[in-house]
């Protein structure tokens, strides 16, 4: 059974940082690529940032220079850095591989 648990959303006031943590198990970690996707009420959910088996990355452009993906393929973890957050990064924050899903965490950044 495939699980993907996302951490470390929360509320911080624009221009702090979060780390986003996302912990895969029932699956082959370092075969995948992984993808963070956010979703904010009545829009639609957008990738945010992507990093390959092989570890290149991607970033979207509303967060690029701000957000850093990475990952420990020893600890089945993919992390997302956010530093300079503003209000427009409030979402719900959800970490994929391939068909498969975490639950999400909310970041809520305040003004």
């Known amino acids: 059974q495939v699980q993907l648990v996302e951490s470390g959303g929360g509320l911080v006031q624009a221009g702090g940082s979060l780390r986003l943590s996302c912990v895969a198990s029932?699956?082959?970690?370092?075969?995948?690529?992984l993808t963070w996707y956010r979703q904010a009420p009545g829009r639609q959910r957008e990738a945010v940032a992507i990093?390959?088996?092989?570890?290149?990355?991607n970033y979207g452009d509303s967060v690029k220079g701000r957000f850093t993906i990475s990952r420990d393929n020893a600890k089945s973890t993919v992390y997302l850095q956010m530093n300079s957050l503003s209000p427009e990064d409030t979402a719900v924050y959800y970490c994929?591989?391939?068909?498969?899903w975490g639950q999400g965490t909310q970041v809520t950044v305040s003004s």
């Open positions: 990093i390959s088996s092989s570890g290149s990355t």
């Open positions: 029932g699956l082959a970690f370092g075969s995948y690529g």
């Open positions: 994929s591989a391939a068909q498969y």
